[in-house]
C-alpha cells in the first residue's frame, strides 16, 4: 500500500487475549487493522476495516479466519507479547487486501 500514514498503532492485552489495533489514512479512507491472538485458535483473528463518516460506523473489507492467520497462538504468555513483529504477516497480508479493493 503505497502512501498509506499511520494513524494510530496499540498493543493490548488481556487475560487470554493480545490485541493489535492499527489505524491509518489511505486515499483519503479511515481504515483500521485489528489482529487478535488468543490462547483458543478459533478465537483468533484478523480484520481490515474502512470507516463510513456517513454511518459512522467500521465496515469490514477483509478477515483472515483463525486458521489462515499467521500470528502465534497465546501471544499472552510471552515476555514480548507487545513486539508488534508478531502481527507483521497477517498486518501485510491485510494491508495487501485493502490496496487491491481501493
Not at 478459533?42 to 480484520?47: G, N, P, R, S, V
Request: proline share 3%; glycine share 2%; charged share 20%.
Amino acid at each position: 500500500m503505497s502512501k498509506s500514514e499511520t494513524i494510530n498503532k496499540s498493543i493490548t492485552k488481556a487475560s487470554q487475549s493480545v490485541f493489535y489495533t492499527e489505524l491509518l489514512k489511505y486515499k483519503g479512507h479511515s481504515l483500521r487493522i485489528s489482529i487478535k491472538s488468543n490462547a483458543y485458535k478459533d478465537q483468533c483473528l484478523a480484520t481490515a476495516s474502512i470507516f463510513s463518516p456517513d454511518h459512522l460506523q467500521w465496515n469490514t473489507l477483509w478477515i483472515i479466519p483463525e486458521g489462515g492467520m499467521e500470528t502465534e497462538l497465546s501471544l499472552h504468555n510471552h515476555q514480548d507479547w507487545d513486539n508488534p513483529n508478531h502481527f507483521t504477516a497477517d498486518r501485510d497480508t491485510l494491508i495487501t487486501y485493502m490496496a487491491d479493493i481501493l
